[in-house]
């Protein structure tokens, strides 16, 4: 957190352990599971770091809460996800999304392991032969 | 010559480093490029002061420029930019100013606005975070400055500062306000 | 008095390291030989001064000495005593001053190490001299703890509350044990490199300070992990939380540097390939402890930052890592030998492909966000999903090369031993099959699969348990190799079954009302409120029946701590062998909001875990002690 602006949500409440809110589950099962998907793909935006469904800040529990409230007006998942993401940007989902920016992060795993098979290749039998 | 590749790459790798540490020391998150920069304002879903429904409508907008603040009486920067924002409304009189308060009541609010200086021209509540949510808040003090058309042109989170009022916010407040007057 | 007593010893270590550094210069312009030897009286002088410092520190928080700054922000008279001790490196500048500890520690044993080859070990220490003398400029210019404060204020600020806890006594100092070990090699590397000596000779000295630090930051880590487990009231032990991360990554170049350096030891190759990884694994704890400080990163678990400490460190860094480098790219390490793929050293460097793409993997996820938000796109997080995407996929194949790769010879093998190999490991498939279809869970495709890869490992590494029994050549060392693997082994099955298999159950609960989750009952029979030291606490003792039958009484609290504002939970947690019930109370905002709720994780496998760390890490340890065993008796044949 910068000096600078201090976010007093954050420092209140975004310790581990904090204390733990069980909140009001949704009276329809299928708009709760719904909102509990939403909830599973979002980071908890004053907390850095952790998820959503980990946080106890005050303002997690409202979004937690809107979220419920959106469910339960019918949203599905995906129209949830899409009105945080408009909000917020794509910093608020916990998976980054496969766009144009993200092809390298989710790509290079694959890459550096193609590239060390082949330097290994080289080096162990650098005329292609088989042993 | 394949043996120099570790130290160019560590050299890529600590000047990004570099880059990083010095970019990120640099005051204040102002995100021009932020996600609803261009986006017309939707309705926000607010109380008034009587905890009834005075919700924030794009009508309520139209034709004038914006400036929506969202604080709260317990938020020490909040309090701290009060002083800039009163300076702000002197300079950009025609300028609508719209207070929010997060997770805050009329019976706090009011006399802390006493205290600190009241440049709004309207103060709503939002007690339960929805209308935050709809704006993309990560935390308070935050600022919006919408155009006369609805569309929001400016974000800053964190405290508006001096310097940011002189040279950010009041110029580009003149700016709408000179668009909106042309339009008219 | 005794701050400046401790700030004054570590300005005179500072000195010496520089004098240390400067030996081999100096022999060389003065061109006398034996001052070669001063390195190694400098070496413990450096040790002693810096221990006398540290106890300097400890002593200000136990005395609770509030003239220093270090101690007001740390610390509270109403902390009990041990954890006022522990305050001393639960904060940034102390947690530094331990990491300087160990430095000196270790190059204290270095220099009291008994070895034929006194040329590599002087030119070590001076390594290590350098090494120090920016570290120790680095706490001194930055991060003293020493500062005083006026005036005195009457008490300090607490300490947050959930670093009071006994796993986190234990945490950082084996962890700095771990990241700090890595610099021996790393200095033996550069020493080596300076030489023209990095061979066989050189990987027998090096190995023992490879498994040395390997064990400790294996341990720590799983230390970290059972303490987030017990602490942070989410059932979980690993988040992938940056600072995590950042403690694999030295870990798993360890991992790599630990095998490689044996192919070094035994054949003679892979010395260009040993000395960069000795770099990188050093040079990624230090890395890692800048992303941490500088503010870089922000996470739950990050320390005050401060941008001035980050440029201090980066460029520390830089200069150790780029001259380091630079050395590298320049030295002659020989006629590389050809190591064929098919053999033991051959399925050696598989492993460190596999591990260095997760290292690079790991690494791309703390730095990607950042380059992002650096070219002004908006920003991405990377959750745990990405991870199991991407790092599992890259070290399950692991499991499969280690149950094979000791039985290989070390040069070459044939195709028909690999086949035999492979067809003598198959019932552990069967195993997998017929645990997955017992289960018959949604899960059960990955389940089988992780059961079958833990499955898999410990069968091999069983059967090379009976060839070396068979063959008489079980030593301590063999052993060591054969616990390591089988720690590997169980911590898969524990991850399998803890991360596919948990349940979690949670609502409000009130008095008289028992509330069933699954096949438990949940009544709740007394809620206490009670004052202590630094805090209130309101318990809840809970009966959990399972089938009817009482189980256990759990009692967790809700804690208050007023003079930090915070309010905690403490999680009770029953562990049975194969499962752990965890429990965790809380607010519930049903009903008027002031009924307690519940929250209950049953985790299967849990032991598995910590099994596997304990196993692990205690499979580094034989195996060091197989080697200074070794050598304490061959010096007395």
């Known amino acids: 957190m910068r000096a600078s602006h201090l976010f007093m949500i954050a420092l209140l409440a975004c310790a581990p352990a904090q204390a733990v809110t069980i909140e009001q589950k949704l009276p329809d099962a299928s708009q709760e599971q719904v909102a509990q998907n939403a909830i599973g793909k979002l980071n908890c935006v004053v907390c850095e770091g952790q998820a959503l469904a980990d946080s106890d800040a005050t303002f997690a529990r409202e979004m937690r809460h809107e979220i419920r409230r959106m469910a339960s007006e019918g949203a599905t998942t995906d129209d949830i996800l899409t009105y945080f993401r408009a909000r917020y940007g794509a910093s608020i989902l916990l998976t980054p999304p496969v766009q144009s920016n993200t092809l390298i992060l989710w790509f290079a795993p694959l890459a550096m392991v193609l590239l060390g098979a082949w330097i290994l290749w080289r080096t162990t039998c650098p005329r292609g032969g088989s042993q | 010559m394949i043996r120099m590749i570790p130290v160019l790459l560590f050299s890529v790798l600590a000047a990004l480093l570099f880059v990083a ?10 995100r021009a490029n932020g996600p609803l920069i261009d986006q017309p304002m939707k309705t926000l879903p607010l109380k008034d002061a009587e905890s009834a429904d005075m919700p924030l409508t794009p009508e309520d907008l139209h034709g004038k420029v914006t400036l929506i603040n969202l604080l709260a009486s317990w938020c020490a920067p909040c309090e701290a930019e009060m002083g800039e924002l009163v300076a702000l409304k002197d300079d950009a009189e025609a300028v609508q100013f719209i207070g929010i308060a997060w997770n805050d009541s009329p019976i706090t609010i009011a006399p802390w606005l006493k205290k600190h200086g009241d440049p709004f021209d309207s103060m709503r509540y939002d007690p339960g975070g929805r209308a935050a949510i709809a704006l993309g808040v990560r935390g308070i003090p935050e600022t919006y400055v919408v155009d006369a058309k609805g569309t929001i042109r400016y974000q800053l989170s964190g405290p508006l500062t001096e310097d940011m009022r002189k040279n950010e916010v009041l110029p580009l407040l003149k700016q709408l306000q000179s668009e909106a007057d042309d339009a008219r | 008095m005794i701050p400046e007593l401790g700030q004054l010893c570590l300005v005179m270590a500072l000195l010496l390291s520089l004098l240390q550094a400067s030996v081999p210069l100096m022999q060389r312009l003065c061109g006398i030989h034996r001052i070669s030897g001063l390195v190694r009286p400098l070496a413990t002088l450096v040790f002693m001064l810096i221990a006398t410092s540290f106890a300097a520190l400890i002593h200000a928080y136990a005395f609770s000495d509030f003239s220093v700054l270090n101690v007001v922000l740390n610390s509270h008279t109403a902390k009990p005593l041990l954890y006022k001790i522990v305050g001393a490196w639960g904060n940034h500048e102390g947690s530094m001053l331990l990491w300087m500890l160990v430095l000196a520690g270790c190059g204290f044993l270095v220099a009291y190490a008994r070895t034929r080859d006194t040329v590599l070990q002087h030119a070590t220490l001076a390594v290590l001299g350098a090494v120090s003398s920016g570290f120790l400029a680095f706490i001194l210019f930055t991060s003293n703890p020493f500062l005083r404060v006026w005036p005195i204020p009457a008490n300090g600020e607490d300490l947050n509350p959930l670093l009071q806890d006994i796993g986190l006594a234990l945490h950082p100092p084996t962890l700095y044990v771990g990241y700090v070990g890595f610099g021996i090699v790393f200095a033996y590397a550069v020493a080596g490199m300076l030489l ?11 190995q023992p300070w490879i498994l040395f630090p390997w064990a400790f930051l294996t341990l720590g880590i799983g230390a970290g992990a059972w ?4 602490e942070l009231g989410w059932g979980g032990w690993w988040f992938w939380d940056p600072v995590e991360n950042v403690s694999l990554l030295p870990w798993l170049a ?14 003679g190759s892979l010395a260009r390939w040993v000395a960069l990884l000795a770099i990188l694994t050093f040079s990624l704890s230090l890395i890692g402890t800048f992303i941490v400080r500088s503010g870089l990163i922000t996470s739950v678990h990050a320390f005050a930052s401060d941008p001035t400490r980050g440029i201090f460190i980066l460029s520390y860094i830089v200069l150790v890592t780029g001259i380091a480098l630079f050395l590298y790219a320049r030295s002659d390490f020989g006629q590389p030998s050809r190591v064929r793929l098919l053999s033991r050293s051959g399925f050696i460097l598989i492993n460190n492909l596999l591990l260095l793409a997760a290292t690079g993997t790991v690494l791309l996820s703390i730095l990607y966000p950042l380059i992002l938000q650096l070219s002004g796109a908006q920003g991405v997080s990377v959750g745990p999903q990405y991870f199991n995407t991407t790092f599992l996929p890259l070290a399950a194949p692991l499991a499969l090369l280690a149950a094979i790769a000791p039985l290989l010879p070390w040069d070459s093998a044939r195709r028909s031993q690999l086949v035999a190999h492979l067809k003598a490991l198959c019932p552990a498939l069967g195993v997998a099959a017929i645990v997955a279809l017992a289960l018959r869970d949604s899960a059960a495709l990955l389940v089988m699969v992780g059961v079958a890869l833990g499955f898999w490992l410990c069968w091999g590494s069983l059967r090379y348990l ?4 068979r063959a008489r050549m079980l030593r301590l060392r063999q052993l060591g190799s054969f616990t390591a693997h089988m720690g590997l082994a169980v911590l898969i099955l524990g991850i399998t079954f ?7 159950y949670e609502g409000p609960i009130t008095h008289g009302v028992p509330l069933q989750f699954g096949d438990f009952t949940l009544r709740l029979e007394q809620v206490t409120q009670a004052e202590e030291h630094n805090y209130t606490v309101r318990r809840a003792r809970f009966t959990i029946e399972e089938h009817g039958r009482t189980i256990t009484q759990l009692s967790p609290e809700l804690r208050d ?5 915070m309010q905690t939970t403490e999680a009770a947690l029953y562990s049975m062998p194969w499962r752990d019930i965890y429990l965790v109370l809380g607010e519930s905002d049903y009903g008027d909001g002031s009924a307690l709720g519940v929250r209950l994780y049953i ?3 849990q032991q598995l875990i910590w099994f596997g760390f304990v196993l692990a890490a205690l499979g580094g340890g034989m195996a060091l002690g197989g080697i200074l065993l070794n050598r304490h008796t061959k010096e007395h044949v």
């Open chain 3, 254 to 267: 360890g991992t790599a540097l630990l095998h490689s350096n044996l192919v070094l030891e035994r054949r």
């Open chain 3, 196 to 206: 023209n000596r990095i061979d066989r000779e050189w990987a027998r000295q090096v």
């Open chain 2, 21 to 30: 540490l010095i970019g990120s020391s640099d005051g204040d998150v102002k």
């Open chain 3, 466 to 469: 009976h060839r070396q029994l």
């Open chain 3, 561 to 565: 701590y007023p003079v930090r504002g």
């Open chain 3, 498 to 504: 803890t991360a596919l298999l948990k349940q979690t």
């Open chain 3, 603 to 605: 985790t299967p496998g």
């Open chain 3, 227 to 230: 303490w987030a487990y017990r």
